[in-house]
Nanobody, 121 residues
C-alpha cells in the first residue's frame, strides 16, 4: 500500500503559477501511474493529468493542455504538477492518486488528502 501527500497549494493571482507535489511513502511510487484530479465547490472531482510509471505516457484534460505539466522523479518518490497561466476556474482542491494502471477516470486505488488551490481574478 502507498500513502500519498500533496503539497504546494495556495492563493495565487490569475496568470500566476504554482507547483504541486505528490510525495509517496510506504511503497515506491515508481510502481504506479499517478494522476492529478481537482474538485471545485459544488462540482464533481475531475481529471486533470496522469503520468505512467515510466513517464512515457502522459495525458491531460483539454482544459489544462498547454498550461499544466505533469512530471515525476522516481528517485525522490514524487510526482509534480506545474501549473502556469492559472485561471480562476482552476480553483479547487487538487488530489493526487496512484494505481498500477494509467487512468483518466477516478478509479484509482490510492488517494491523497488534497491541497487547496485558489486563483483570484
Amino acid at each position: 500500500q502507498v500513502q500519498l501527500v500533496e503539497s504546494g497549494g495556495g492563493l495565487v493571482q490569475a496568470g500566476g503559477s504554482l507547483r504541486l507535489s505528490c510525495a509517496a511513502s510506504g511503497r515506491t511510487l515508481s510502481a504506479y501511474a499517478v494522476g492529478w484530479f481537482r474538485q471545485a465547490p459544488g462540482k464533481e472531482r475531475e481529471f486533470v493529468a496522469t503520468i505512467s510509471r515510466s513517464a512515457l505516457s502522459i495525458f491531460y484534460a483539454d482544459s489544462v493542455k498547454g498550461r499544466f505539466t505533469i512530471s515525476r522523479d522516481n528517485v525522490k518518490n514524487t510526482v509534480y504538477l506545474q501549473m502556469n497561466s492559472l485561471k480562476p476556474e482552476d480553483t479547487g482542491v487538487y488530489y493526487c492518486a496512484a494505481d498500477t494502471r494509467v487512468l483518466v477516470t477516478r478509479n484509482y486505488a490510492y488517494w491523497g488528502q488534497g491541497t487547496q488551490v485558489t486563483v483570484s481574478s
